[in-house]
Every structure is written in structure tokens, then in C-alpha cells.
């Protein structure tokens, strides 16, 4: 080799030694620089609420990629005292894997302050919620002062992608406080925007759409219930969201006699399917109101149990209409569809009388029009109720309720209809309320009624044929409950029953309802112990005639009772 060639071989290699050198002490630079402002963004202040701290941090400056591993940001003492004594509402404790970042836009950081990045995957998350819910809320940011200083000034993320993540609250520190769970929750957002105009907002950043899925959850956070699901997923660019299995459920066995008086009555939810579609986003972010186009309920199952010897709560039960007014955020509902419904009632009464057992099945019913919005209402304050079902597996039953969302005292129209059926499939009902057994048939029932909160009046129309009663007695000893047939009622009441009543014979009897409603009778109680009264007066001995109801008829006799009550309170 000439001496040339090795001068500049050594000139190059000069070259490349300093570049290297160069490079590796600008690329250090650049690690403590990059390491550093990311640090800052952090509120470490002595006055801030939480302590954070990382196990590791590894910045890859070509290829502007950074990884935090053994993230945790924790309460401090201070805070969490505030929490006992009633001074905040709500702390977080956080436990993260990794946090990677991905084509990070380096200038920006250190130029300007503002975090930049093509990708952000955070992994292996647990974060756990600590609420004190006797705190009233207030309308606040979303802790962003609390978890960043004010030397961020923005952050522009194109895709966040959070990863087998966990969510846990509880009314404190404890383990055992644990109130709700949501399991291996995956969340996904792009175009996350934040800037000095977000973060005044109470969602602090802007987006542009978000998916999440978790893949199980429960809570205990309603007393003596719990709540779980299967899988939930949320999509802003669908606008829905979908909950598989839900279940709502009693958790806890009343051993006291206060504690029984509160199970008087034990409700069970499950439901196949629920979906939520259509949410207006921008109207629940802008206005705080909750408007979604419709609400489907899939395979539903509603099991009520009563148990009448405990007392029974003496508050006032509103009907759906003051229960719709009363929500206090604004609500707009267009439609709430129900397919294959299944109801299952209950009502254990005294020890001589049967469990009194009611099932609607095959329910396929439709809600129009709920909402307590004052300008939608002017337009349109019908809210409609239709509903199909098979009652005891036995008859098709028919149910229409037309509900005034503005009439002051509830104001609603009922009508009922009732397909063919064998008497004998209401023994249990009869027999809650009376010793008695009925044969025959029912041709078919209709009942039309107006109603509101105070009472009830209309019509009922019963076409029965081969009606036959048969009365007994029953009476309690040790060796349990004896049934005896009473003979003389038997003979006293079936020569003067009326056998048939059929609709097209000049003697039929038509049936009225009637109906002072106690307020604390619930809506469905009240809609059953009106039929009711159309029913026992058409059962009971005496003159049978058709009679013509016309509508304005109807509203008259509701207007009268209204004027009978008003004068009552007066």
C-alpha cells in the first residue's frame, strides 16, 4: 500500500472515530435531554397528590423510540387522609408494565414543550379508583393538574393502544371495599389532541375515535345487589355499545327483621343482549345530555319475589311518567326495543294460602318517545307502550299504554286484550285472594280504561262460557293445612252464576273498572288491581247489560273522580 493510500485511510478513520465519538456524545445528549423533559412534565410538587416513579427508561434516539417499564403513580398520605375526611371525592392508584412509545417527533419535545408520537402501547395496567360517593361531585378537569406539570403544553398522540389493562374501585384502601371490577379491558384512540383549550374541558383532550373492550365485569355497588356482565364493547365510530350477559342480582341474605323488611321484595335481571345505538356523543359532551336513537334488550329475564308478611314500605311510588320528569340530566330516547321477554312473579302470602305464581313469556314489546327534554315535549308528549306476550303458556295478551309526559297527575290510557284460554289457568290467582276454584273458558277479554295517579276507570269485557265455581275452606292445624269443600256456598252460588256470558247475546254482561289507587301501589300493581276490579264485577252475581262507552264518556267519568279528589283534599 502507498504511503498516499495510508494517509488517507487514516485521515477517514479520523473522521469516522470523530463522528462516532460525536454522535455517541450528542446521542447521550439527547437521552439525558429527551429523559429529562419527560420527567418534568411530571407534577412532582410537594403540594401535588400522588408520588411517581418508573423501574427503568430506555430512549433509542434513531429510531425515536422510548420504553418506561414498572410505571406506578400512588396516592400520598396527604391525599389519601383528605379521602377520610371528606375533602375529596376520588384518588387513583396506578400499576403499569410498559409504556413504549413509537416514532417520537423529538423537535417538537424539546423546542416547544409538546408531546408528538406516532404510537403509544401501554401494557399490563391496573388502575384502582378510590371514591368517597358522600362527597357531592363537582364539576372539575379530569386530574390533569394533578398527574402533569404546567411545562407540557400539549400532545398530539396518533394511535393509543392500552393493553390487558384492569380497573378495580372501592370505598377505600382496603381490599376488601371492593366494589366494582372490570377485567382485561383493551382500549384503542386515535388522534388524541390536547392542548391549554382541552384541558379547561371535563374531557381534557379531544379525539377522534375510540374502541373499548373489557372482557368481564362485576360490582356490589348497589345495596344487596351485584351487577356483571360478559363482554362490553364501545365504539365512537359506530356510536353504540354492547353489553353480553348482563346480570343484575341479590347478594346478601337478610338474617335481620329490619334487614327482611327490606326483602319484602327481591328482584333478579338477566339479559342476553343489550345494545346502545346511535349515542350522540357531541350532545352528552356539550350539553350533558344522554340522547341515544335506540335501546334493543335481548332475551331478557325479570324474576320478582314478595314476601307479604313483612310490612310493606309505606312511601309513595311514582308512576313513569314523574319517574322520566324526574331524571336530572337531560334524556332523549327515541326507541327501546324488547325481544323475547320473559317475566317471572312471585308473591309468597299467608301460610294458608299458595304462593301466588305469574309467568309471562315469548314478551315482545317496543317504548316510543322517552324523554324529558321541555322543547321535544311541546311537540310530542305521547310516550307508547306496546307489548305482546303469552301469558302462563297459556293465551296471547295484548298491551297498550299511552302515557301524557306532561300531565301533572300522570294521566295514561290502557287498552287490554286477551286471546282464548281455559278459567282454570287463574286458579292461583283467584285462590291469593279468595277460596275458590273456577272451570270454564275464556273466549277472549278486553279492557279500556283512562287512568292516572289517583284512580282508575273504564270498561271490561269478559266473554266466558261453561263458568263453574266450586268455594272451600281451609283451616290451619299441627298436622298442616286441610282443604274442605264448602257445600252449602256451593249450592247457594252456582244455580245464580251467570254460566255464559258471550258478547253477542243481549244479556251480557259487561264488567267496570274502578279503581282508588293507594300511592304506594307501584304502576304494574295498579294496571292489575284495575283489571281486577272489571273482572270481580263481572264474576259476581247480578243484572248483565250491554252497555255503549263511548271515549268522551270515559273522559268524563275520570274528570268527575279528579274533581271528587280535588275536593277531598281541599
Do not use: C
Not at 420504553?67 to 387522609?81: N, Q, T, Y
Not at 368517597?132 to 372539575?140: A, F
Not at 374541558?201 to 344487596?224: C, E, H, M
Amino acid at each position: 500500500m502507498s504511503k498516499r493510500s495510508i494517509i488517507i485511510l487514516s485521515i477517514v478513520a479520523v473522521i469516522l472515530t470523530v463522528v462516532v465519538l460525536s454522535f455517541t456524545s450528542l446521542n447521550n445528549y439527547l437521552q439525558e435531554k429527551i429523559k429529562t423533559r419527560l420527567d418534568s412534565y411530571i407534577n412532582s410538587s410537594e403540594k401535588g397528590l400522588y408520588h411517581y416513579s418508573y423501574e427503568s427508561i430506555n430512549i433509542h434516539v434513531l429510531e425515536r423510540r422510548v420504553s418506561i417499564g414498572g410505571v406506578r403513580i400512588e396516592p400520598k398520605k396527604i391525599a389519601l387522609d383528605s379521602i377520610e375526611d371528606d375533602k375529596l371525592r376520588a384518588l387513583v392508584s396506578v400499576e403499569i408494565g410498559e409504556v413504549a412509545l413509537h416514532d417520537l417527533f423529538i423537535y417538537p419535545l424539546l423546542a416547544n414543550n409538546t408531546i408528538e408520537v406516532e404510537d403509544i402501547q401501554i401494557s399490563d395496567t391496573h388502575l384502582h379508583y378510590i371514591f368517597d360517593r358522600e362527597v357531592e361531585p363537582k364539576p372539575s378537569t379530569f386530574m390533569i393538574s394533578n398527574l402533569f406539570s404546567d411545562k407540557l403544553k400539549g400532545a398530539l398522540i396518533h394511535d393509543f393502544e392500552l393493553k390487558n389493562a384492569s380497573v378495580s374501585m372501592s370505598d377505600g384502601e382496603l381490599s376488601d371495599s371492593v366494589y366494582l371490577r372490570i377485567d382485561s379491558v383493551d382500549i384503542s384512540i386515535n388522534e388524541i389532541l390536547m392542548d391549554e383549550s382541552t384541558v379547561q374541558n371535563q374531557q381534557p383532550f379531544d379525539y377522534g375515535s375510540i374502541k373499548v373492550l373489557a372482557r368481564k365485569f362485576s360490582g356490589d355497588f348497589i345495596k344487596n345487589y351485584s351487577v356483571s356482565s360478559g363482554p362490553i364493547l364501545i365504539s365512537s365510530e359506530d356510536s353504540t355499545v354492547k353489553i353480553i350477559d348482563l346480570k343484575f342480582a341479590p347478594t346478601t341474605i337478610m338474617k335481620s327483621d329490619m334487614e327482611k323488611q327490606f326483602a319484602r321484595a327481591v328482584f333478579q335481571i338477566g339479559v342476553k343482549e343489550l345494545l346502545l345505538s346511535s349515542i350522540n356523543i357531541s350532545s352528552w359532551d356539550e350539553l350533558g345530555a344522554l340522547e341515544i336513537n335506540k335501546i334493543s334488550i335481548s332475551e331478557p329475564l325479570f324474576q320478582i319475589s314478595v314476601d307479604k308478611k313483612w310490612p310493606k314500605p309505606m312511601n309513595e311510588k311514582p308512576l313513569p311518567s314523574t319517574s322520566i320528569r324526574s331524571i336530572p340530566i337531560p334524556l332523549i330516547i327515541d326507541t327501546i326495543d324488547i325481544k323475547q321477554g320473559n317475566v317471572r312473579f312471585q308473591q309468597i302470602g299467608d301460610v294458608d294460602k299458595p304462593t301466588l305464581k305469574l309467568k309471562f313469556g315469548q314478551i315482545n314489546s317496543k317504548l316510543t318517545n322517552i324523554t324529558n327534554d321541555s322543547l321535544l315535549l311541546e311537540k310530542n308528549a305521547r310516550l307508547a307502550f306496546n307489548a305482546s306476550t303469552m301469558f302462563m303458556d297459556s293465551a296471547r295478551l295484548n298491551l297498550q299504554i299511552v302515557f301524557n309526559l306532561l300531565a301533572p297527575d300522570d294521566a295514561y290510557h290502557v287498552n287490554v286484550k286477551m286471546d282464548e284460554m281455559p278459567f282454570s289457568v287463574v286458579n292461583q290467582i283467584l285462590e291469593d285472594q279468595a277460596n275458590v276454584q273456577i272451570d270454564g273458558k275464556v273466549n277472549n277479554l278486553k279492557a279500556e280504561f283512562e287512568a292516572n295517579k289517583h284512580n282508575a276507570k273504564g270498561i271490561l269485557d269478559l266473554d266466558y262460557s261453561d263458568l263453574k265455581l266450586k268455594m272451600h275452606k281451609t283451616k290451619v292445624t299441627e298436622s298442616g293445612t286441610k282443604v274442605k269443600s264448602s257445600w252449602l256456598l256451593n249450592t247457594m252460588i252456582n244455580p245464580i252464576l251467570r254460566t255464559n256470558n258471550n258478547i253477542d247475546q243481549p244479556n251480557f254482561k259487561q264488567g267496570e273498572i274502578s279503581y282508588d289507587r293507594p300511592l304506594d301501589i307501584a304502576f304494574f300493581g295498579m294496571i292489575w288491581h284495575s283489571t281486577k276490579t272489571g273482572l270481580m264485577s263481572t264474576l259476581l252475581p247480578g243484572k248483565g247489560q250491554k252497555t255503549e262507552t263511548t271515549e268522551s264518556n270515559k273522559k268524563e267519568e275520570v274528570k268527575k273522580t279528579q274533581k271528587k279528589h280535588k275536593k277531598k283534599q281541599s
